[in-house]
């Protein structure tokens, strides 16, 4: 009876958990645009050290190395596609409004964050890693509309 309940207490616990770097995309007014921008430039930096380790551990040919260098590409590609669903679930989704007056720019930025992203997740250049984090900024430069 215990793992019974216990099951039953695991099921009902994953029923509601919420995820908590998402949002609703119901019109809640709660938004953390500073927030999205700091995670977004932590993602990137996760991105450009799994990019120098992945250089360094292909070097190798362990066993170990290998299974690490496996993992740093998971990292990258996972860190890459939350920029990416970032921008597109957050910003494009919610944030950039058709009836601002900068409503081109900031889609273009959006864009060319996603793009950056992109191609983080086809290299381990670091010059890639690097784009990547000035597309961030120019984009939160025009978003929060400063010179």
């Given at each position: 009876m215990n793992n019974l309940s216990l099951s039953l207490l695991l099921l009902a616990a994953s029923c509601?958990?919420?995820?908590?770097?998402?949002h609703c995309q119901v019109p809640c007014g709660v938004y953390g645009d500073q927030n999205r921008f700091e995670q977004m430039l932590e993602d990137q930096t996760t991105i450009e050290k799994a990019g120098k380790l992945i250089i360094e551990l292909a070097k190798n040919n362990d066993a170990l190395s290998h299974n690490q260098l496996a993992r740093w590409?998971?990292?990258?590609?996972?860190?890459?596609?939350?920029?990416?669903?970032t921008i597109a679930d957050y910003f494009m989704a919610q944030r950039i409004k058709s009836t601002d007056k900068k409503y081109a720019?900031?889609?273009?930025?959006?864009h060319a964050v996603m793009v950056a992203a992109m191609k983080c997740k086809q290299t381990v250049d670091i010059k890639t890693a690097t784009a990547l984090k000035d597309s961030i900024l120019s984009f939160h430069k025009v978003y929060e509309g400063k010179k």
């Open positions: 509601f958990s919420v995820e908590l770097l998402g590409v998971a990292t990258k590609e996972s860190h890459a596609g939350a920029i990416q669903n720019e900031k889609l273009a930025k959006a």
